[in-house]
């Protein structure tokens, strides 16, 4: 367990890293899970003219755990927030591979990203296209998390990005609806566009049950039972049941 004095020295020590001088002072607010930490920066001198634009903006704050004492840098946000963010990363380290969670860290996501205003506005902008599609709760939470995300896949070489590229609604690009309706036209099933993927290319569509698909020209593919089952395996790569062989 890190104390408050060691959490103040870890810091010091994160904060003059590649400074010449004296370690610098810090500030840390403490919280359940650890401390974070930021650069105690001086007070601009007080001059006669309009005050001078500050040396440098964002700079980056520390979290260290009071478990473990390992730091890891933020982004230049509110000590709150940043506490907030960390909890709820650590909370969800279980859920998904160490793999598959570097590369969807990279696309942006984080664990609690809500982008609700891109897929509101995405709904209103294809409406037409939308039109006669009803978007199930699990859907619409797929979107509001992992919207706009562009999700490289690793290929044989197990690097990441030489698969097949999945991306995810809001796009910029439009949103294609004739493989969904076939789909819920064939099996019975409607299912809501949730992105698309560079094989074919293909639509990736979602149920009520949360099940993703993916619309191939070739045929139609369960990429997995849940959304995070289906983000593993649109990532990774992975075989994928033919929806004709599922027993519904």
Excluded: K
């Excluded at 933020?74 to 570097?102: K, M, N």
């Amino acid at each position: 367990m890190i104390s408050r004095d060691e959490a103040l020295e870890i810091a010091r020590q994160w904060a003059g890293a590649g400074r010449p001088g004296p370690a610098p002072e810090v500030f840390l607010h403490e919280f359940d899970l650890g401390y974070v930490a930021w650069r105690a920066e001086p007070t601009p001198a007080a001059t006669d003219g309009p005050p001078a634009p500050p040396p440098a903006t964002g700079y980056p704050r520390a979290v260290i755990d009071r478990e473990t004492g390992e730091v890891s840098q933020w982004p230049s946000l509110p000590e709150q927030t940043i506490a907030e963010r960390y909890a709820s990363r650590r909370a969800a380290e279980g859920r998904f591979p160490p793999d598959v969670r570097h590369v969807l860290e990279s696309a942006g996501w984080f664990p609690g990203r809500d982008v609700t205003s891109a897929v509101d506005h995405w709904m209103v902008r294809f409406a037409d296209d939308l039109a006669g599609l009803d978007c199930p709760p699990a859907a619409r939470a797929a979107l509001v998390e992992f919207g706009g995300l562009t999700l490289p896949q690793f290929g044989r070489t197990g690097r990441a990005g030489a698969g097949f590229t999945s991306y995810l609604h809001p796009t910029r690009g439009g949103v294609v609806t004739e493989g969904a309706r076939g789909f819920a036209e064939e099996y019975g099933i409607p299912v809501y566009p949730i992105g698309n993927n560079e094989d074919g290319p293909s639509e990736l569509v979602m149920d009520a049950q949360g099940r993703v698909f993916l619309l191939h020209w070739a045929d139609e593919f369960l990429v997995g039972p849940d959304l995070d089952s289906a983000v593993v395996n649109l990532i990774r790569g992975g075989e994928m049941t033919e929806a004709s062989d599922l027993d519904w």
